[in-house]
């Protein structure tokens, strides 16, 4: 999948070399007027939302579940939300700062895990290698590409960097460290949990950490590393966000993001309050909002981009005749 | 009896002095004047800004300007000098206390008002500019008399003499302590330097205290103080540019840089920022980098500034810029970044394992002086199964005698802390000690044996004190304190979540802000600055061979990609 995914994001950046400094809606813009701009701009949106959403109401409800029982899940939420407004008051450049300082921080935790874990490590819990089978993994599995759909903030990336090579450089190896971190993350699941723990599926990794412990004196760590994912989310939300509020303005040509901060985050609160339960919510996520958004990252968006340098060819040509 | 009273009332009341014990003072309004704080007051416009040809006009406008008829300290004494054999009226106008009386009497009264050769000379014998011979014939070009030039070449032996033509800068002159001269029927004066004020000699550092470097301190006159930066950067390029800061009180700063090294571009804002203040008063340098920094709200100081001269000149070796404000001992310099705050300047003395010790552990206090209150809420109230079994148990029983929740128990200790920190400074230096021993043993002993706190916490904040005193900058040491607080109430509030958004959100800020244009978490992120002295971890010494790129330097290497020449045979 990880290979898969960096072949996608090298496609993606060949598709953008002709459009230096261009997001996919200046594309739209460029293959269909601003109708197709506003129409995939709206997409867009429902999906930077609906992302943040998801995750924040996945782990707030897990949080609550380990550490604030008694606490209400709009309590958690709000920390969430409050340090993403904060956040997303400053630029895209201070976002990038900040996770270079958080991101080796993550690396660094997986890799405690994986060392720590490395006794409890059945090697037999790899077989059978093809899972359900070779149609199960590699036909049906094509839907976990869904864990790459960070993918689409590439698609708005090319505006903030100056160069084109750079914007390659830059996606491919963004993938490939998520590619390194998720297959590290499998592996500790795999190789440590048994099966019963994976179908669990709400934080297998949290699971893990729980059973590490150093010595007699440091046996139970597991908040160290949540404190670390905390981190991680809130920034992964603010990312998310931070675009969302960047396609809204630029499908409405709003030039003061501030009041647009506040609604968007207000209007992810609002939604996180509709789902009922977890189980509700996992249901939107696995039979809705997978398949649509990996229609929307991997289909539609590639082929506008496709169709756009098509064009771009054309009208190249007829300019060189003339 | 009653007779009697009434008597001794009646006398009393005619006779008996009885002292009034009310008194009614109020400061009335009237006067305020609710205008804007412009740089040039209306009243200016129709005063006179050149000097009048008239002693007697100059000298009045002087002595209103001056308040002299009240004010106890302007000396103005009038005499008349001998130039050519003529006499002229004169004065010299001095704030008694700020001049040196001797030099005054030896330097300008002395040749000015006692017949010597230079007074005594006719004018007969013209003034030689330039002779040549042409055919036997000399040609000589002969200077005009001119009482102004005479004057300054002739009758004032002094080494720093000034003409002056405005009353501005007459002013300027004799508030800072010279001594100004004014000579009928010519329009300009002189301002002559006769500093002679009291002022502390240079003595040790007293907050940046180091082991093997050097022991003096700067001290609050501006020219000492960049003559000691002077006597150790030692090369001619070191430029040092003085204006002044404050409408009324005109103080003195020096901006500081070498001229080959500084990016001219930060030399450029840090004089633009400076000098573009609409104050009335700038009296120390902490004004002063609270009005020059970039974000005034951050929490985070974003100017060094230290006593020491051996750490500003390292800093302007590096490329930065030093200000000195005159009557403060405290140099500013630009642009300050984290890693800035951390360091200490015997860092660079040591061999580089023991300095790169230091700031590991300097990193470790740095953690704990923020995060240890607020970890110890946050696992006391949500994360118990952090701690081992056996230290939850002994934790739980101290605290079970303690009725307040940990947030409060931990508050009273921090803030008595504090309390007992500014107490000390505060108090005079004899009673300091006697102030930390009352506050640190027998108050923390009498709320441990009052069940007020729990002994564990005790430790805690022990622990957190000892670490912070272990930060190097004494600002910086705030913010530290005041992030403290917020971590505790996040802990308290949220657990490890809460201390998470707070952590998120103070390195989002610390990412935006920049301090003259250097981003403030440089080294760590977007800039390669290995290889320099700035760097956190420092290379070894025949390592450091780039200057910081904090600053974007004009010369990139401070020192040879082989700086042991005599290791390597390649001997100069």
């Given amino acids: 999948m990880s290979v898969i995914a960096v072949l996608i994001a090298w496609f993606i950046s060949y598709l953008f070399k002709k459009f230096q400094g261009k997001d996919i809606l200046d594309v739209c813009e460029f293959l269909g007027g601003n109708t197709l701009k506003i129409i995939m701009g709206i997409f867009y949106i429902f999906l930077l939302i609906l992302v943040p959403m998801f995750v924040i109401k996945n782990f707030s409800e897990t949080l609550q579940l380990i550490y604030f029982r008694t606490s209400p899940l709009i309590y958690i939420v709000l920390f969430f939300l409050v340090s993403s407004t904060i956040t997303n008051k400053f630029s895209i450049k201070v976002l990038a700062k900040a996770n270079l300082i958080i991101i080796p921080i993550v690396f660094l935790s997986i890799i405690v895990i994986l060392l720590s874990s490395i006794k409890d490590f059945t090697p037999q819990r790899i077989f059978p290698i093809l899972g359900y089978g070779a149609n199960e993994t590699f036909l049906m599995g094509l839907s976990n590409l869904f864990s790459y759909s960070g993918i689409c903030y590439l698609l708005f990336l090319n505006p903030f960097i100056n160069k084109t090579t750079e914007f390659k450089k830059i996606s491919i190896i963004s993938i490939i460290i998520s590619g390194i971190y998720l297959f590290l993350s499998v592996t500790c699941i795999l190789l440590s949990l048994s099966f019963t723990f994976k179908s669990g599926e709400s934080f297998s990794l949290y699971l893990l950490t729980r059973n590490l412990e150093y010595g007699r004196f440091i046996q139970r760590i597991d908040a160290v590393f949540i404190l670390i994912w905390i981190i991680s989310t809130i920034s992964y939300i603010s990312i998310a966000i931070y675009f969302c509020i960047y396609v809204f303005k630029k499908i409405t040509k709003i030039s003061d993001s501030s009041s647009i901060n506040y609604t968007i985050n207000l209007l992810i609160l609002g939604l996180l309050i509709l789902p009922s339960n977890f189980a509700t919510l996992n249901n939107i996520i696995g039979k809705i909002f997978k398949y649509s958004s990996l229609i929307l990252i991997f289909g539609i968006s590639i082929l506008i981009l496709i169709s756009a340098n098509i064009k771009l060819g054309i009208i190249n040509k007829k300019k060189g005749r003339v | ?572």
């Avoid at chain 2, 009896?1 to 109020?26: A, D, H, L, R, V």
């Fill in chain 2, 1 to 572: 009896m009653n007779q009697n009273n009434i008597f001794k009332k009646i006398y009393n009341q005619f006779f008996k002095y009885s002292p009034q014990n009310e008194y009614n003072f109020f400061l009335t309004t009237e006067n305020v004047k609710d205008i804007e704080n412009t740089p040039v007051s209306p009243a200016k416009d129709l005063e006179p800004t050149n000097f009048y040809t008239n002693i007697q006009e100059n000298l009045n406008f002087i002595k209103t300007k001056y308040n002299s008829l009240i004010n106890s300290d302007i000396i103005i004494r009038e005499f008349v000098i001998t130039a050519r054999n003529k006499e002229y009226n004169a004065a010299i106008i001095y704030i008694d206390g700020m001049v040196e009386s001797k030099i005054i009497n030896a330097s300008v009264l002395n040749p000015l008002m006692l017949r010597n050769r230079a007074n005594t000379y006719t004018g007969d014998e013209k003034e030689i500019v330039s002779e040549f011979n042409n055919n036997d014939v000399v040609i000589r070009k002969i200077k005009k008399f001119n009482l102004q030039n005479y004057i300054m070449d002739h009758l004032i032996p002094q080494n720093d003499v000034k003409h002056i033509e405005k009353f501005e800068e007459a002013f300027s002159g004799i508030n800072m302590g010279n001594c100004f001269l004014l000579v009928d029927t010519i329009n300009v004066g002189f301002d002559i330097d006769v500093k002679g004020f009291k002022q502390r000699s240079v003595s040790n550092p007293q907050n940046e205290i180091v082991i093997r470097g050097p022991q003096e301190a700067f001290v609050e006159n501006i020219r000492t103080n960049t003559s000691m930066i002077r006597r150790i950067i030692n090369n001619e390029n070191l430029v040092i540019e003085n204006c002044s800061v404050g409408e009324i009180t005109k103080t003195k700063v020096a901006i500081c840089y070498l001229k080959d090294i500084t990016n001219n571009d930060l030399v450029a804002e840090v004089k633009y920022r400076i000098n573009n203040l609409d104050i009335d008063h700038l009296t120390s340098s902490g004004q002063l980098e609270q009005l020059i920094q970039d974000n005034a709200s951050s929490l985070f100081p974003q100017l060094l500034a230290t006593e020491r001269p051996d750490k500003t000149v390292t800093h302007i070796l590096e490329g930065r810029v030093a200000i000195i404000v005159n009557g403060t001992p405290y140099v500013l310099l630009a642009p300050g970044v984290l890693s800035d705050f951390l360091s200490s300047p015997e860092d660079t003395n040591f061999k580089f394992q023991f300095s790169d010790m230091l700031r590991l552990i300097r990193l470790v206090a740095i953690f704990f002086a923020l995060f240890l209150p607020g970890i110890y809420v946050a696992v006391t109230a949500y994360h118990h199964e952090l701690l081992p079994t056996e230290l939850l148990f002994t934790i739980e029983a101290a605290r079970e005698t303690v009725p307040f929740p940990t947030i409060i128990e931990i508050l009273l200790m921090e803030v008595s802390f504090e309390l007992i920190r500014e107490a000390g400074l505060r108090v005079p230096s004899p009673i300091g000690p006697t102030i930390g021993i009352v506050g640190g043993l027998i108050l923390g002993e009498a709320a441990v044996n009052a069940n007020l706190v729990s002994p564990v916490l005790i430790i805690i904040v022990a622990i957190t004190a000892i670490c912070s005193f272990s930060i190097p900058d004494f600002t910086f040491n705030f913010t530290i304190r005041i992030c403290r607080f917020i971590y505790i109430f996040l802990g308290y509030m949220a657990g490890f979540l809460g201390i998470a958004v707070g952590l998120f959100i103070q390195i989002i800020f610390l990412s935006n802000l920049k301090s003259f244009g250097a981003p403030y978490l440089t080294p760590y992120m977007l800039h390669n600055n290995k290889r320099a002295a700035t760097s956190y971890f420092l290379p070894p010494i025949w390592k450091r061979e780039n200057r910081s790129n904090v600053v974007s330097p004009k010369k990139k290497y401070s020192q040879g990609k082989i700086s042991m020449l005599w290791k390597n045979n390649k001997v100069k």
